[in-house]
């Protein structure tokens, strides 16, 4: 089993819609959470990090899980620009140094 | 400009040739770290340093070597390249104590 498991997609939507990504991840120790952002063929991007009591940024709300070692990734109102790879991104360590583990990543395509 | 620029940015190359990718920033973060990504399995971390005179393997670092020239330059070296070591390399820094990974615009190499 994968430590970190996402939805390739891609998920296809219009303009406007609410679109939600799941991610899970198989060790039950891990401490932190993460959404990156990769545009094609560019660098990941930190979109936002992940909370225990959820949080939200705008359009965009992510959620944690730990029961269900899962977080979402819910964006509202989707825009054009939404467009990219969202990249779920795990720590495993408690010390200084974190032990980021990525997804695949789930690539979504807004259309007008 | 970039704070963290790679180069180059593309490097097509032969099987058995050495190549070395570089790495320089003006960020001023201590910590600096060589990704690979390839398609299916995400990012992957093939060699870090927190500091000038710190190097740590990654992951997957067989058949790579690093050098930690300076706090703003990293460079990956690949001895004797091979087909599958063909990927889009990343590399990305963070502040010491600090999740977030700032991530160079990638080098895309191709091994024939």
């Known amino acids: 089993r994968k430590e970190v498991e996402q939805d390739p997609g891609p998920f296809n939507v219009p303009e406007g819609a609410t679109v939600a990504f799941n991610c899970t991840y198989s060790?039950?120790?891990?401490?932190?959470f993460f959404w990156y952002r990769q545009d094609c063929r560019k660098e990941p991007k930190l979109l936002m990090s992940?909370?225990?009591s959820g949080n939200e940024d705008g359009r965009f709300t992510a959620q944690l899980n730990r029961a269900s070692q899962y977080i979402s990734l819910l964006i509202r109102d989707s825009k054009l620009s939404d467009s990219a790879t969202y990249l779920c991104?795990?720590?495993?360590?408690?010390?200084?140094?974190?032990?980021?583990?990525f997804g695949t990543g789930t690539r979504l395509l807004v259309s007008p | 400009d970039a704070d963290v620029t790679q180069t180059p940015r593309n490097r097509i190359t032969k099987t058995g040739k050495r190549i070395m990718l570089e790495c320089s920033q003006t960020?001023?973060?201590?910590?600096m770290y060589w990704y690979r990504q390839d398609p299916g399995l995400g990012l992957r971390l093939i060699y870090y340093?927190?500091?000038?005179?710190?190097?740590n393997k990654g992951e997957i670092s067989d058949g790579y070597s690093v050098s930690r020239q300076a706090q703003a330059k990293f460079s990956l070296s690949l001895e004797s390249a091979i087909p599958n070591q063909t990927a889009l390399y990343f590399c990305?820094?963070?502040?010491?104590?600090?999740?977030?990974?700032?991530f160079g615009e990638g080098s895309r190499l191709t091994v024939l």
């Open positions: 990305a820094t963070s502040v010491g104590g600090e999740v977030e990974l700032f």
């Open positions: 060790n039950s120790a891990s401490q932190s």
């Open positions: 992940v909370y225990s």
């Open positions: 991104v795990v720590n495993l360590s408690n010390t200084g140094f974190q032990k980021l583990v």
């Open positions: 960020k001023g973060h201590d910590r």
């Open positions: 340093s927190f500091d000038v005179k710190d190097i």
